[in-house]
């Protein structure tokens, strides 16, 4: 009896109980749904291809930013074409003293994908990031959340918990 009472507190704490999160988006494209963490201002920003949803914290930490971006791709494409480069984090080579910090697997209500974690050189101070793929049916997802170096570590906690709450 005693883990199952640990269980269904864990899924409580994860399914986010106690209202946690302030804006869900589903979108009828793609049929996912996401929800992001209290206090992020939530913008609109899809067209006719693509989801695209920005998140700040203007009041918070306005270098802060949560960015969803889904496309839809080739019924055909595989993963092995997909993950090799985004977890070499190639899209990244513009910036200043780029580094990857840490990679693998991440996983979602229905789902797993491939997260990179990474560090670089931004106008005004040291940056910190997050950045999620998920492959669902014909399209890519991609969630990512960069900050100040400083900012990073207290959201955390908040965006993988958003990530592992992402339905597909």
Not at 105 to 110: E, P
């Amino acid at each position: 009896m005693r883990p199952l009472l640990i269980g269904l507190i864990a899924l409580l704490y994860l399914t986010g109980c106690g209202g946690w999160g302030d804006y869900s988006y589903r979108s009828d494209r793609f049929k996912y749904k996401v929800t992001f963490p209290q206090k992020w201002e939530v913008w609109d920003r899809s067209d006719d291809s693509a989801d695209f949803l920005v998140g700040s914290l203007p009041d918070d930490a306005p270098e802060a930013e949560i960015v969803v971006k889904a496309h839809s791709v080739a019924p055909d494409l595989s993963p092995h074409e997909i993950y090799p480069s985004f977890m070499d984090g190639s899209e990244y080579a513009d910036r200043l003293e780029f580094r990857i910090e840490d990679k693998g697997a991440i996983s979602c209500r229905n789902g797993e994908g491939r997260f990179i974690k990474f560090d670089y050189l931004g106008e005004e101070s040291r940056m910190r990031g997050m950045r999620v793929l998920f492959i669902g049916d014909r399209f890519i997802m991609e969630v990512t959340m960069e900050m100040p170096e400083e900012d990073f570590i207290a959201r955390e906690v908040n965006f993988t918990k958003m990530v592992h709450l992402i339905e597909l």
